[in-house]
T-cell receptor, first 111, second 117 residues
Framework: AQRVTQPEKLLSVFKGAPVELKCNYSYSGSPELFWYVQYSRQRLQLLLRHISRESIKGFTADLNKGETSFHLKKPFAQEEDSAMYYCALSGRETSGSRLTFGEGTQLTVNP | DAGVIQSPRHEVTEMGQEVTLRCKPISGHDYLFWYRQTMMRGLELLIYFNNNVPIDDSGMPEDRFSAKMPNASFSTLKIQPSEPRDSAVYFC???????????????FGEGSRLTVL
């Protein structure tokens, strides 16, 4: 079974402060991890994937297999980062076609 | 392409009534997913189709829920009879190929917000 846990439902920071959204996963095989974002009145969309090792809108996420974590980080938060963030996992070794999401973290960046 | 199209955007109904949510995936996509979003449980996968065939419906809460995909460009999620605890935002998403799923390339609709009184 695959499971994704986001321990914080709500996270509030001030503009310019560092932000870290936590994500832990449980999966016996080799996972593919993603972060999705949903801005107000917009569709849920892919933000970044671990395999690309990319930085999108200043966000990065490193897959830590030892800690089974994929935390999303940004050194200096901006007000436009306020959104709902979902961590997701896809398992290639299982039936593999499902993308399992965490519970989501609502990030608010205050001015 | 207009992306994944869902209707209705908002639905308010009374307990016991039938609810039908509709989805048009992106043309050419062969995977279609129905998710339910609630504050308590986040995004839950209800069912997904591959080439119009239901592959995994283990997330469907109970027999009151049913989903169909009669062709590649249309899917429905039906709740009959509806209950207040079904109130949620229901998302449809589509993807191209298994590789698309594995690389996280799911394209979501705007969602249907259901309120059951």
């Amino acid at each position: 079974a695959q499971r994704v846990t986001q321990p914080e439902k709500l996270l509030s920071v001030f503009k310019g402060a560092p932000v870290e959204l936590k994500c832990n996963y449980s999966y016996s095989g080799s996972p593919e991890l993603f972060w999705y974002v949903q801005y107000s009145r917009q569709r849920l969309q892919l933000l970044l994937r671990h395999i690309s090792r990319e930085s999108i809108k200043g966000f990065t996420a490193d897959l830590n297999k030892g800690e089974t974590s994929f935390h999303l980080k940004k050194p200096f938060a901006q007000e436009e980062d306020s959104a709902m963030y979902y961590c997701a996992l896809s398992g290639r070794e299982t039936s593999g076609s499902r993308l399992t999401f965490g519970e989501g973290t609502q990030l608010t960046v205050n001015p | 392409d207009a992306g994944v199209i869902q209707s209705p955007r908002h639905e308010v109904t009374e307990m016991g009534q039938e609810v039908t949510l509709r989805c048009k995936p992106i043309s050419g996509h062969d995977y279609l997913f129905w998710y339910r979003q609630t504050m308590m449980r986040g995004l839950e996968l209800l069912i997904y189709f591959n080439n119009n065939v239901p592959i995994d419906d283990s997330g469907m809460p109970e027999d009151r829920f049913s989903a169909k995909m009669p062709n590649a460009s249309f899917s429905t999620l039906k709740i009959q009879p509806s209950e207040p605890r079904d109130s949620a935002v229901y998302f449809c998403a589509s993807s191209f190929g298994l590789a698309g799923v594995h690389t996280g390339e799911l394209f979501f609709g705007e969602g249907s917000r259901l309120t059951v009184l």
